[in-house]
């Protein structure tokens, strides 16, 4: 099984529409977790963090469910500019390396 | 605009050349990374250097040689490459070991061809 898991896509969705990623984990020891956005031909950038909790920020909401190794990440009424490619991300500990998902696409189409 | 300055932005080399990869941050990280991308894959890590010394190198070949002269400096010197090794090649820094805050401030990276 894969470190960490997400759906490739690509996911096409209109202008305005709310879509959902999700991604999954192997190592039930990991201890922190994120989203990164990655445009296309440009660097990844750190999103948002994701909290047991839940947390939102603007039109994005990312929740991680420790139970499942699941972590989500919702965007509500999607703009042209949110088309990019999402990376999971997570942190098996505070010394190891980061380890990022192979990322799923959106585009979003007018 | 990226506060992770890479240079060059294009770089074209033969299998015989010897050419080096620059990275500057003045962020007063103390953590500093390469990774490489292929089209369509997410970054894959090959070196970690902290507090100026090579913590983790992901058993990279060793015709990628990394180099850390000072806290604000990352270096890849790169020889005998082969096709193959063609990607974008980033270069991130964190403020620790960046499994506590998760942030990477990666470059725009260096996108490398190899003839």
């Known amino acids: 099984r894969k470190e960490v898991e997400q759906d490739p896509g690509p996911f096409n969705v209109p202008e305005g529409a709310t879509v959902a990623f999700n991604c999954t984990y192997s190592?039930?020891?990991?201890?922190?977790f994120f989203w990164y956005r990655q445009d296309c031909r440009k660097e990844p950038k750190l999103l948002m963090s994701v909290y047991s909790s839940g947390n939102e920020d603007g039109r994005f909401t990312a929740q991680l469910n420790r139970a499942s190794q699941y972590i989500s990440l919702l965007i509500r009424d999607s703009k042209l500019s949110d088309s990019a490619t999402y990376l999971c991300v997570v942190s098996p500990s505070g010394n190891t390396p980061l380890v990022f998902g192979k990322g799923t696409r959106l585009s979003v189409i007018a | 605009d990226t506060e992770v300055t890479q240079t060059p932005k294009h770089l074209v080399m033969g299998m015989t050349n010897k050419k080096s990869l620059k990275c500057e941050q003045h962020?007063?990280?103390?953590?500093m990374y390469w990774y490489k991308q292929k089209a369509k894959k997410p970054p894959e890590l090959m070196f970690v250097y902290s507090y100026e010394k090579l913590s983790i190198n992901e058993s990279v070949p060793s015709r990628f040689s990394p180099e850390c002269p000072n806290s604000s400096l990352l270096n890849l010197h790169l020889h005998a490459l082969q096709p193959e090794d063609s990607a974008l090649y980033l270069c991130?820094?964190?403020?620790?070991?960046?499994?506590?805050?998760?942030?990477?401030?990666f470059g725009e990276g260096s996108r490398l061809t190899v003839l």
């Open positions: 190592n039930s020891a990991s201890q922190s």
């Open positions: 962020m007063g990280h103390r953590a």
């Open positions: 991130a820094s964190s403020l620790g070991l960046a499994g506590y805050t998760g942030e990477l401030f």
